[in-house]
């Protein structure tokens, strides 16, 4: 089978504590669909390093969950990649000596999404926890036998020697058997927080609340401890409480193994406490990309303003209506001229909103805005 | 206009009650699927819904929330228990009485349940994929007999529009939208009949906070307009309180605590309900959470603890918690809890 991959393969010289793990470049998604074509994604850029959590929030439907799909290649019919790249800095899981900082760079959209590459990443070295929780389990496949395929599948067992300087060494790596399989799914079932974990384990998907589904899904990205996780609304089926516990198992991981996190949500709340930066999306492009503190104390954008003040917040009950953007998510077969956002901003100048289209604006260290009030 | 007189003027009397709800299910084990034990999902809840009132229902994942609304409109058969509810459809001149719901023939349940609409927390599964849009929200319209060409058409599209959805929507089909897009859909569906009790599990979980408050906007002005009722099923507190009248709080299969929205988010009395508020995540980064970590393990609803079943995790247990489980009792008018130290405990609230 060949490959039409571009594999380039350097190693990394500087020993920089945030290598980069993904970046993504000018990305295009396309639906075609009895009407047209719908840009589920219009050149989309951002990357995530090593250890890193990148927040994606926007409106429902500007193409979070595509973009994800994108990376795995598994965008669901009719969509189709037709622009960018998709670089995927990849290192040995299982590096032999020496090989410890060798870095292949391998450009997703060009690889073949049913081959052997692929595969090897989804899953392993990319996991994703998707939205629809019961939707990504099969229905005769208990908890347990989800977890176990990806446990064999992905992860190897160091072999551990004793090396020339009498330090332990991993020289070789095996594959799990099923008894460890099986106590990895218990230990994992137990983590993110499900009772009597041994007898779950056999439960099948239709047996467990909404939220232990989505709970068996983190579980089984997690068991195979990952380069990155891709989380798409990962907590929003769960209790605060078992939210906060699951995000502190994420942080706990992300700390130990230096797994990198995109983590898409609507919950700003929970996205205050997780992300290192957020890029705000609206129709299929970037809107906005700052450092967490920044959005929240200093959001440039007018979407990005107006979907913080449609957050109910506790506090003392004022029996108000919640602030919501006005007039709705444009047609996307028919787009708005000028800035897509127009119709429904606030900010918005007649004669020059509809009419510019806005580009990519750096507004700050590491803070980039589109948007014309911005442009000189 | 001041918002209590309407918010007063709105409530009226019981709509529904629910005494002593119980849903056990049994787990089965070997080649003849011996029952070994069950889970008891529902395991004595008592709540009750007044006409116009939202009743906001909020726990653990996997307390036994969504098969407590089930169990109201009878998808699933309750092990025990009665389900009051007033209905108009049940007498020739539409006049209302009260009814147990499980004690009413298939025939009679199916024309109660046009005033009974759910909305689901898995938006995909609840949607078929091969029927339009169009035919979606029709559906209940055409089971019912309710469906008038012309007229339904115009409703379909109205509803539509005030999900903030598109006409141009009708004629797709569900994989075409993502899926707060998918969850506006299934809200559309379920105010077809203008029902008079809507169970909403989740309703707003799946939608960005832009179209989550047009939604739980909608929801209220259609709570004013048509004297909606709702049970709210989320776990997202703060909307729970935006929306809620009253609050009842869940755990494994109980209800422990319910009062006043206000009431409930300032004075919990409830142990688990305090460490729930504590953990709500805050949408300001530079906050530092003070979160009450809950010891022990979650509890098995199939083998729950002795007396209190909140004991093992609670930081106020004393012995008589694991020997005697508390009473569900009315310490402040309409503030119900189920805890042995409700009156000495001073928990902090938000
Ligand atoms: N299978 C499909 N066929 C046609 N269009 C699709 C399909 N899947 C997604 N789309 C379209 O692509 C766009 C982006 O969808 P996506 O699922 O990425 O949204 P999202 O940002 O994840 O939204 P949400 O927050 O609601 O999950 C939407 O406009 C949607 O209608
Ligand atoms: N068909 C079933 N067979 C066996 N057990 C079940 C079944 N349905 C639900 N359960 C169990 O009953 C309990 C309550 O489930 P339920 O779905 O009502 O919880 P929930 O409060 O809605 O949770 P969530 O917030 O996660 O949706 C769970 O422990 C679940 O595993
Ligand atoms: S470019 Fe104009 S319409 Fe677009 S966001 Fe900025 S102010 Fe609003
Ligand atoms: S009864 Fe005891 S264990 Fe139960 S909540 Fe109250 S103090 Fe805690
Ligand atoms: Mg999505
Ligand atoms: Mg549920």
Sequence with gaps: MTTTATQVEHTQTQTDARPLLLEVQDLKVEFTIRGGVVKAVDGLTFDIKRGQTMGIIGESGCGKSVTARAILRMIPKPGKITGGRILYYRRPRHPKPGEEDKVEVIDVTKLDPDGEVIRQIRGGEIAMIFQEPMSSLTPV?????HINEAVTLHRL??????????????????RVTKEEARAIAIEMLRRVGIPKPEQRVDSYPHQLSGGQRQRVMIAIALSTEPAMLIADEPTTALDVSIEA??????????????????????????????????????MGKQVERAKVVD???????????ALLQSVPRLGPKTGQRLASIEGMVPDPLNLPTGCVFHPRCPAFVAGKCDKIVPKWTQVGENHWVRCLLYEE | MSSTTTKNGRIGDILLEVKGLKKYFPIQRGLLRRTVGYVKAVDDVSLYVRSGETLGLVGESGCGKT??????????????????????????????????LLELSREEMNRVRQEIAMIFQDPIN????????????????????????????????????????????LRRYPHEFS?????????????????????????????????????????????????????????????????????????????????????????PMHPYTEALLSAVPKPDPLYKSDRIIMQGDVADPSNPPSGCYFHPRCQYAVDLCKQKAPEF??????????????????????
Aim: aromatic fraction near 6%; include cysteine.
């Design chain 2, 126 to 169: 609840s949607l078929n994929p091969r029927m339009t849009v169009a035919d979606i929200i029709a559906e209940p319209m055409v089971i019912h007999g309710k469906y008038v060409k012309g007229e339904s058409e115009e409703r379909i599209i109205e509803l539509l529009r005030r999900v903030g959805l598109r006409p141009d929507h």
């Design chain 1, 245 to 282: 516990q699951i995000l502190d198992l994420m942080r706990d991981l992300q700390r130990t193994t230096n797994m990198a996190i995109m983590f898409i949500t609507h919950n700003l709340g929970v996205i205050a406490s997780m992300a290192d930066e957020i890029v705000v999306m609206y």
């Design chain 2, 67 to 100: 098969t407590a609304s089930r169990c109201i409109i009878r998808l699933y058969e309750p092990t025990a228990g009665q389900v009051f509810f007033k209905t108009r459809a049940l007498s020739p001149d539409g006049t209302p009485k009260m009814v147990n």
């Design chain 1, 295 to 305: 959005l929240f104390y200093n959001p440039k954008h007018p979407y990005t303003k």
């Design chain 2, 329 to 350: 009792r009315e310490v402040k008018p309409d503030h119900w809890v189920a805890c042995h130290r409700a009156e000495e405990l001073k928990l902090r609230g938000i």
């Design chain 1, 141 to 145: 496949y208990t908890a347990g036998t």
């Design chain 1, 157 to 174: 067992l160091p072999i551990k020697k004793l090396g020339d300087q009498m330090v332990e060494r991993i020289m070789e790596y095996r």
């Design chain 2, 179 to 267: 899926g707060g897009q998918r969850q506006r859909i299934g809200i559309a569906r379920a105010l077809a009949l203008n029902p008079s009790l809507v169970l909403c599990d989740e309703p707003v979980s799946a939608l960005d906070v832009s179209i989550q408050a047009q939604t739980l906007n909608l929801l209220q002005d259609l709570q004013e307009e048509f004297k909606l009722s709702y049970i709210f099923v989320a776990h997202d507190l703060s909307v729970v309180q935006h929306i809620s009248d009253r609050v009842a709080v869940m755990y494994v299969g109980k209800v422990v605590e319910m009062a006043g929205a206000e009431e409930l988010y300032n004075n």
